[in-house]
């Protein structure tokens, strides 16, 4: 009779302390989309609370870490930065996965990410307000392209060692992107800019890259500038195709991103 007692008075108490302590940091997350299904990591900061709308980020991993395993995209960039220090990232992070022989610009691989961080939005209370873009390497290339084609979405984008010309050997790898790629024109760099407009952009690249060339952007800072954009542009002298490292360590890129709003 104690111990039926004991357990009556427990379970209730444990179930009000757990609806009071959602459970917070990288949640393992699935989505279905034409019949495939896709694993990805949703970052929520340890206040987080489905009482209010939260600002949201949509964070696209380099060519490194594809897969299918929803982890290893976890292990840089952002999901990295939030690890050494989870506080300085008081939003939710949705981190989606490219398939491992695919690339972030083909159609569906954007379409899963962005199908992943409208559910993310949807079931954390993301802010459509405060939605914002940022990726590196390949994932920076995707954060120029989904930003030129969904230039009302997105409050703010950091791109970081990208680009919006592919090379031929990119091409060679992937000729599926050819029919959407950019030509490779200086008019191509105005083309982007007028696309994406009046949203802030923070561009951030390693003087010293040798994989994706720091003159790509470097040609997209002018054109934005040109085009009457808000851009901002970072380099790292001596600093190779790992600028991704310093970029988020930067004391003011959240408090600049997360002041942005539509």
């Known amino acids: 009779m104690f111990c039926l007692c004991v357990l009556t008075l427990t379970f209730p108490l444990a179930s009000r302390v757990s609806a009071k302590n959602p459970e917070t940091g990288f949640l393992d997350r699935t989505l279905s989309l034409h019949g495939q299904t ?64 695919r690339w ?42 989904i930003a030129s084609r969904y230039p009302a979405k997105f ?30 024109d200086p008019k191509t760099y105005d083309v982007v800019a007028r696309k994406i407009g009046k949203t802030p952009v923070w561009i951030f690249h390693g003087g010293a890259d040798d994989t994706v060339p720091v003159e790509y952007s470097r040609k997209m800072s002018e054109a934005l500038k040109a085009a009457g954009g808000n851009v901002h542009y970072t380099e790292y002298p001596g600093v190779g195709h790992n600028s991704w490292d310093k970029a988020y360590e930067e004391p003011e890129l959240m408090p600049w991103l997360l002041s942005k709003s539509l």
Not at 106 to 127: I, N, P, T, V
Request: proline letters at 7%; charged letters at 25%; a neutral charge.
């Open 155 to 184: 409050a703010a984008i950091v791109p970081i060692c990208g680009g919006v010309i592919l090379r031929q050997d990119m091409l060679k790898d992937f000729p599926s992107l050819a029919k959407d790629a950019y030509p490779d």
């Open 38 to 101: 896709y694993k990805y990591q949703v970052f929520l900061p340890e206040n987080w609370t489905p009482k209010q709308k939260w600002p949201i980020i949509l964070f696209l991993h380099g060519f490194g870490e594809r897969g299918s395993d929803g982890l290893l995209q976890t292990d840089v960039g952002l999901p990295h930065a939030i690890r050494l220090n989870r506080s300085r990232v008081p939003a939710v992070v949705v981190i989606p996965q490219c398939r491992g022989d």
């Open 104 to 145: 972030w610009t083909e159609s569906d691989m954007e379409e899963m990410a962005l199908s992943s961080l409208a559910a993310a939005a949807k079931d954390f209370k993301g802010d459509p307000k405060r939605t914002y873009l940022t990726g590196l390497s390949m994932g920076g290339y995707a954060t120029w392209d």
